[in-house]
């Protein structure tokens, strides 16, 4: 099993900035794909950012331009970087990882999900 737990997040004022983190444990031996979702009030959960074992990125357009998505393979861990922030991206955000494969060669297709980290945007 691949446990997934976030750091950061919190009050950020407007037009301010955010990291998340997040860092993935269990028997892995390589992941696929990493990186964030969020789930606004009332909303259903959308992609935010996704980053390949390879470094191939992909983005929410709502994000593009004032959002980096970075991994470190050798310490499972995937990073959001934020700036520009308005209420509209007050929510909760998902590490999200899928495709691993453990120590012992075991490949696991499911989607595995930290505990949310909730982000408001207010002055």
């Known amino acids: 099993q691949v446990q997934l737990v976030e750091s950061g997040g919190g009050l950020v004022q407007p037009g301010g900035s955010l990291r998340l983190s997040c860092a993935a444990s269990?028997?892995?031996?390589?992941?696929?794909?990493m990186g964030w979702y969020r789930q606004p009030p009332e909303k259903q959960r959308e992609l935010v950012a996704l980053i390949t074992d390879e470094g191939v990125t992909n983005y929410a357009d709502s994000v593009k331009g004032r959002c980096t998505v970075s991994r470190d393979n050798a310490r499972n861990t995937v990073d959001l970087q934020m700036s520009k922030l308005d209420p509209e991206d007050a929510a909760v955000y998902y590490c999200?990882?899928?495709?691993?494969?453990?120590?012992?060669?075991?490949?696991?297709?499911?989607?595995?999900w930290g505990q949310g980290a909730p982000v408001t945007v207010s002055s």
């Open positions: 999200n990882v899928r495709g691993v494969i453990t120590n012992v060669g075991v490949y696991y297709g499911t989607n595995y």
């Open positions: 269990g028997s892995i031996f390589k992941i696929e794909t």
